[in-house]
C-alpha cells in the first residue's frame, strides 16, 4: 500500500491506465532486501523501476538516492524513472500524471484507460469493507458521545469539510445514524454505549440503587466508598459522565485510577487523554503516584525501554 501523497498519486495512474506494477518488490543489493517504489516488468529480467525520492535536499538521503541511481545503471535491461515532490507542486497533480505517462510510453509501455465500469468493478469489494469499517468506526464515536440525528447534523453544518468526499460522507453518515437508532428503538435493543447513557440518566434522576449478576449482588451508589477505575488512560467523555453522575449523589466517594499513558491506543474508540495528563482537573485528589517500578517484564525488557525513553527525540 502506497505510503506518501506522490506515491499513491502514481499507484492511481497505473491503476487508472492498466499497468501491471509491483509495489516495493523486493532486490537483493550488497546483502540487504531493497525495496524500490513500484517495479513494471517488460520481461524476465527487465523492466523499469519508478523511484519517488521524497527527500532530496537532506544529505544523507540524497547519498542513498545516488546509490539507487548508479545500481539501476549497472542492472542491464532496467531503466529507473525517478521523480520527487518539486514535480507535483511545480505541475500540478494532472500534469505530473501526463508527464508520468509519457515517459512510459517512451519505454514501451502500453497504456490503456480504464472506464468508470472497469475499475469499480476491480475496486468494489475492497472499497466496501474500507467504507463499512471507516462508517461503523463513525457511528460508534457518534455512539460514544451520545449524538442525535439533530445534533449531529448541527455539528455537521458548524464542520467546515475538507473535501467534498468528507461532505457525503457526512451526510451518508447522518442517514446511518437515523437509521441505526430507529433501527434499535423499533426492536427494542441497545448497544453497549447506549447502556451507558441509560445508566448515566438513570443515575441524574436519583434512581441510585443497583442490582447485577442475576441479584445476587444488590447496592446503592449512595452507599459507596471507593470506585476502582482500571485502564484508567481509556477514559473517555462518555465515562467522565458516568462519574459525575454518581458524584453527584455520593458527594464522599473516592476514586482510585489505574492507567498508563504509554498503553494510550484507543483514541479512535472515543478515549482522551486529556483525563490522565490533566488528572486533577477531573479528581480532586490529595496524591498522585507514579509507579517507577517494572516487577512484570524481565530485565533485558526493562533495560531496553529505559534506554528508549532516555533517546532524544
Known amino acids: 500500500?502506497?505510503?506518501?501523497?506522490?506515491?499513491?498519486v502514481i499507484a492511481n495512474a497505473l491503476f487508472e491506465f492498466?499497468?501491471?506494477?509491483?509495489y516495493e518488490s523486493n532486490?537483493?543489493?550488497?546483502?540487504?532486501?531493497?525495496?524500490p517504489d513500484f517495479k513494471i516488468p517488460l520481461g524476465p529480467q527487465e523492466g523499469i523501476i519508478i523511484e519517488y525520492?521524497?527527500?532530496?535536499?537532506?544529505?544523507?538521503?540524497?547519498?542513498?538516492?545516488?546509490?539507487?541511481?548508479?545500481?539501476?545503471?549497472?542492472k542491464k535491461g532496467w531503466i529507473l524513472l525517478e521523480y520527487h515532490p518539486s514535480d507535483i507542486t511545480g505541475l500540478g497533480t494532472n500534469h505530473?500524471?501526463?508527464?508520468?505517462l509519457h515517459d512510459l510510453k517512451q519505454h514501451g509501455v502500453?497504456?490503456?484507460?480504464?472506464?468508470?465500469?472497469?475499475?469499480?468493478?476491480?475496486?468494489?469489494e475492497r472499497a466496501l469493507d474500507s467504507f463499512t469499517s471507516a462508517m461503523r468506526t463513525f457511528i460508534g464515536r457518534c455512539r460514544k458521545y451520545n449524538l442525535s440525528r439533530e445534533t449531529l447534523e448541527v455539528r455537521s453544518r458548524m464542520h467546515?469539510?475538507?473535501?467534498?468526499?468528507?461532505?457525503?460522507?457526512?451526510?451518508?453518515?447522518?442517514?446511518?445514524?437515523d437509521s441505526y437508532l430507529g433501527r434499535l428503538a423499533q426492536d427494542y435493543l441497545e448497544d453497549f454505549d447506549g447502556l451507558v447513557w441509560h445508566a448515566i440518566a438513570a443515575v441524574?434522576?436519583?434512581?441510585?440503587?443497583?442490582?447485577?449478576?442475576?441479584?445476587?449482588?444488590?447496592g446503592n451508589l449512595t452507599s459507596l466508598r471507593f470506585i476502582l477505575i482500571d485502564e484508567y488512560q481509556d477514559f473517555s467523555e462518555m465515562f467522565y459522565a458516568f462519574v459525575s453522575a454518581i458524584r453527584a449523589v455520593n458527594q464522599d466517594v473516592r476514586f482510585f485510577c489505574v492507567g498508563d499513558d504509554w498503553q494510550a491506543i484507543n483514541a479512535f474508540a472515543g478515549s482522551d487523554l486529556r483525563y490522565f495528563k490533566d488528572f486533577h482537573k477531573y479528581f480532586d485528589t490529595p496524591q498522585q503516584l507514579m509507579i517507577a517500578t517494572n516487577y512484570r517484564s524481565p530485565v533485558s525488557i526493562v533495560r531496553l525501554g529505559v534506554t528508549i525513553q532516555a533517546e532524544p527525540d
Open 27 to 35: 532486490f537483493r543489493w550488497n546483502g540487504v532486501n531493497y525495496r
Open 18 to 22: 492498466g499497468v501491471d506494477y509491483q
Open 204 to 218: 441524574n434522576e436519583n434512581r441510585v440503587r443497583f442490582i447485577r449478576d442475576a441479584g445476587r449482588e444488590q
Open 110 to 124: 502500453k497504456l490503456r484507460r480504464r472506464s468508470e465500469e472497469e475499475i469499480w468493478e476491480l475496486v468494489k
Open 160 to 177: 467546515e469539510a475538507c473535501s467534498d468526499v468528507e461532505k457525503k460522507f457526512l451526510a451518508v453518515g447522518i442517514a446511518i445514524l
Open 1 to 8: 500500500m502506497p505510503k506518501g501523497l506522490g506515491e499513491k
Open 53 to 74: 525520492f521524497g527527500l532530496r535536499g537532506e544529505p544523507d538521503y540524497d547519498k542513498m538516492s545516488d546509490e539507487k541511481r548508479r545500481y539501476w545503471s549497472s
Open 96 to 100: 505530473f500524471v501526463d508527464r508520468l
